[in-house]
C-alpha cells in the first residue's frame, strides 16, 4: 500500500499509517523493573523490550460482497483483499527493525522496510533506497503493526482475570492462553496502523480468537479477527496476529547506509 497502486477504497476501509509512506519519501527525495511477577489486570506490555526478539506479525482485512445487497441500501466499496506480512526485530524500546510485504492478493504487491534506532526513523521500499524520515510528522513510524503498539492498544479494554486460561509456552516464553469469543473492543481504533477515522474501526467492534499473555504481562501471541458489515450486507473482516520470536537473542540494529 505504500509504495503500489491500490484502490482507493482501502483508505477508507484502514487509515494506516503505512499509507503516508510515499508522500514521505516523496519529500525526503527506564529504571522499570520488567521481571516482575504478573497477576493479572491491566496488561504490562512494555515488558516486552526486557529482551531482545523477533517477529512475525499479519494484518488482513477482506470485504465480501452479499449474493443478494439489501435493497435501497448504500452501496459498500467492491470486494477486496489487502494483507500485510511483517518480520521484525526487536533490539530494546529505542531499537526495531521489520520488513514488510504487503498484497491484494493479485498483481498488487510489494515489499517495505523499516528502522527505528535510538530516535531515528528510515523507510525503504522497491524504488527508493534507504532514505532518513525524521522530518516526517513526529507520529509516523516506518515500522508498521509493531506488537508493542498492538499490545498497548489491546490493554485498555483486555483484562485477562476475566477469562479462563491455560498454560501454554509461546517460543520459550512461559504464558497463558485464552481463548475469547464475541470481544467487544475498539482495540483497532488504537493501532497507529489503522485509525480511528477508519471503517474498520467503526464497523469491526466484535473479536474472537486466542491471545497468549506472558507470565510478565505482555502478549506473547495473539490472533484476533473481527468481523463487522456495511448497510448493503457486505461483510468486512480484519485479522490481526503477531507472535514473539528467538526471545532473548543476539540483535544489534544499526543505521542503515543512505540511498542503499
Not at 441500501?73 to 489487502?82: G, K, R, S
Request: glycine share 12%; hydrophobic share 40%.
Amino acid at each position: 500500500m505504500i509504495f503500489v497502486r491500490m484502490p482507493s477504497l482501502f483508505a477508507r476501509v484502514v487509515s494506516l499509517g503505512l499509507l503516508g509512506a510515499l508522500a514521505v519519501l516523496a519529500a525526503c527525495g527506564g529504571d522499570d523493573d520488567d521481571s516482575a511477577a504478573y497477576g493479572g489486570g491491566t496488561l504490562v506490555c512494555e515488558a516486552m523490550n526486557a529482551e531482545p526478539h523477533r517477529y512475525a506479525a499479519t494484518a488482513v482485512f477482506d470485504g465480501v460482497a452479499p449474493d443478494v445487497p439489501i435493497e435501497g441500501a448504500p452501496a459498500a466499496p467492491p470486494p477486496f483483499h489487502f494483507e500485510s506480512n511483517i518480520d521484525g526485530e526487536v533490539e530494546d524500546a529505542d531499537s526495531i527493525s521489520a520488513d514488510v510485504f504487503n498484497t491484494d492478493g493479485g498483481a498488487a504487491q510489494g515489499n517495505v522496510s523499516g528502522i527505528i534506532n535510538d530516535g531515528k526513523r528510515f523507510l525503504r521500499n522497491e524504488t527508493s533506497g534507504w532514505q532518513n524520515v525524521d522530518n516526517a510528522d513526529p507520529g509516523y513510524s516506518p515500522v508498521a503493526y509493531q506488537p508493542l503498539k498492538t499490545c498497548q492498544a489491546l490493554a485498555v479494554d483486555f483484562d485477562p482475570s476475566g477469562f479462563e486460561g491455560q498454560d501454554e509456552e509461546v517460543n520459550g516464553i512461559a504464558s497463558t492462553r485464552y481463548e475469547i469469543s464475541e470481544f467487544r473492543s475498539d482495540f483497532p481504533d488504537r493501532m497507529p496502523d489503522v485509525g480511528g477515522g477508519s471503517e474498520v474501526s467503526s464497523l469491526v467492534n466484535v473479536f474472537s480468537g486466542i491471545v497468549w499473555v506472558s507470565d510478565t504481562g505482555f502478549i506473547s501471541k495473539l490472533d484476533l479477527t473481527g468481523v463487522g458489515g456495511y448497510p448493503d450486507g457486505t461483510t468486512l473482516s480484519a485479522r490481526f496476529t503477531y507472535d514473539l520470536l528467538d526471545w532473548g537473542a543476539d540483535i544489534d540494529i544499526q543505521d542503515p547506509e543512505i540511498g542503499t
